[in-house]
T-cell receptor
Framework: RKEVEQDPGPFNVPEGATVAFNCTYSNSASQSFFWYRQDCRKEPKLLMSVYSSGNEDGRFTAQLNRASQYISLLIRDSKLSDSATYLCVVNPSSNDYKLSFGAGTTVTVRA | DTAVSQTPKYLVTQMGNDKSIKCEQNLGHDTMYWYKQDSKKFLKIMFSYNNKELIINETVPNRFSPKSPDKAHLNLHINSLELGDSAVYFC???????????????FGDGTRLSIL
């Protein structure tokens, strides 16, 4: 089983719609979770960290479900500029420095 | 005021050559990383240095050799380049983990390596 798995999508949504997707992780001892965003031919950029109680940053909401070992990202009121690949990132082991990246979920927001 | 900068941005070279990619960060981080992102878009960790000491060394051919002259720099030298080395190589840096939690990593804008 891969350390981090994501639905590759693509999720094609109209502007203003809500889109949500999950990411599952294999190590129940994982402690650190992030969502990154990667635009085509660009570097990954931190979107938000994911906290145990769930957290919001503007139109973005992240949730952590430890029992089922997944994290989720919800985007409300989608904008054209939200079109990107969203990478789920988890620390896979007791090595505190290593992070594992999912292959990404592609979101395309259309006018 | 670029945070993590890598050079060159593009590198086109022939099979069998030796090349280096340089990375520098001005964030004051102690830890730096090299990742490879291939055509399937998977971002794979290759190496990590913490304060000039190697702490992560994944299964990477020994043609790849990282060097960290100081904690703000992490270079990657590749010997005898092969077709399969074509990919985007990203440098990143982070603060040390705190309270058992990883800190986010900040990425450079990548070096696109193409082997002819």
């Amino acid at each position: 089983r891969k350390e981090v798995e994501q639905d590759p999508g693509p999720f094609n949504v109209p502007e203003g719609a809500t889109v949500a997707f999950n990411c599952t992780y294999s190590n129940s001892a994982s402690q650190s979770f992030f969502w990154y965003r990667q635009d085509c031919r660009k570097e990954p950029k931190l979107l938000m960290s994911v906290y145990s109680s769930g957290n919001e940053d503007g139109r973005f909401t992240a949730q952590l479900n430890r029992a089922s070992q997944y994290i989720s990202l919800l985007i409300r009121d989608s904008k054209l500029s939200d079109s990107a690949t969203y990478l789920c990132v988890v620390n896979p082991s007791s090595n505190d420095y290593k992070l594992s990246f999912g292959a990404g979920t592609t979101v395309t927001v259309r006018a | 005021d670029t945070a993590v900068s890598q050079t060159p941005k593009y590198l086109v070279t022939q099979m069998g050559n030796d090349k280096s990619i340089k990375c520098e960060q001005n964030l004051g981080h102690d830890t730096m990383y090299w990742y490879k992102q291939d055509s399937k878009k998977f971002l794979k960790i290759m190496f990590s240095y913490n304060n000039k000491e190697l702490i992560i060394n994944e299964t990477v051919p020994n043609r790849f050799s990282p060097k960290s002259p100081d904690k703000a720099h992490l270079n990657l030298h590749i010997n005898s380049l092969e077709l399969g080395d074509s990919a985007v190589y990203f440098c990143a840096s982070s603060q040390d983990p705190a309270g058992g939690y990883n800190q986010p990593q900040h990425f450079g804008d990548g070096t696109r390596l193409s082997i002819l």
